[in-house]
């Protein structure tokens, strides 16, 4: 079965740091982009950035470029997203996701979703 | 930047009903790049419709995707009781993969 498992929800303070993840099982790892979708709250979906854990050839939004790092280690077969210093306003859910298509293009929607990790920051 | 917005915002129907949603892109979408996703309460999305018009693995032929530049939809032809839950639209043709602000059906 393929499927994407993430790190259990975590409780944070303003100002720490964090490194969730997300484990690929069932594939090939190293030939599918990964990402990572934001929902915060009550609120939509926001595409945050991808990885190709094959090169770790990386994609950001604006929105998200230097606010969080994508990275991924393809020996285990799991993609990160890490914060160096979390603000309240990180609180969300945050979902990995895989392409739909393998290979290098980078432009493509998800198929497989992680069941997602709460991250709550508060003081 | 491509700005995606769907409409209505909540659709209120009864089971057995069509279901017309609507997601119009500030810009052309490239490719037709466009995707679907249902979401359910605590749940993570799942993904409907890729390429405007393509059914993703085990969805139901009841789900139907159409258009293509700015004006896009998706269509339910007969609501079931699982159908009740959010839908988002994403264009994934430019740098920023947006999404669009989401439509609730929900039972009338």
């Known amino acids: 079965e393929v499927q994407l498992v993430q790190s259990g929800a975590e409780v944070k303070k303003p100002g720490e740091s964090l490194k969730i993840s997300c484990k690929g099982s069932?594939?090939?790892?190293?030939?599918?982009?990964i990402g990572w979708v934001r929902q915060m709250p009550g609120k939509g979906l926001e595409w945050m950035g991808i990885?190709?854990?094959?090169?770790?050839?990386?994609r950001y939004s604006p929105s998200f470029q230097g606010q969080v790092t994508i990275s991924a280690d393809k020996s285990i077969s799991t993609a990160y997203l890490q914060w160096s210093s979390l603000k309240a306003s990180d609180t969300a859910m945050y979902y990995c996701a895989r392409h739909l298509t393998p290979g290098t293009r980078e432009k493509d929607a998800f198929d497989i979703w992680g069941q997602g990790t709460m991250v709550t920051v508060s003081s | 930047e491509i700005v995606l917005t769907q409409s209505p915002g909540t659709l209120s129907l009864s089971p057995g009903e069509r279901a017309t949603l609507s997601c119009r892109a500030s810009q052309s979408v490239s490719s037709s790049y466009l995707a679907w996703y249902q979401q359910k309460p605590g749940q993570a999305p799942r993904l409907l419709i890729y390429g405007a018009s393509s059914r993703a693995t085990g969805i139901p032929d009841r789900f139907s995707g159409s258009g293509s530049g700015t004006d896009f939809t998706l269509t339910i032809s007969r609501l079931e009781p699982e159908d009740f839950a959010v839908y988002y639209c994403?264009?994934?043709?430019?740098?920023?993969?947006?999404f669009g602000q989401g439509t609730k059906v929900e039972i009338k």
């Open positions: 069932g594939y090939s790892f190293t030939s599918y982009w």
């Open positions: 994403q264009q994934y043709g430019s740098s920023l993969r947006a």
């Open positions: 990885i190709y854990p094959g090169d770790s050839d990386t």
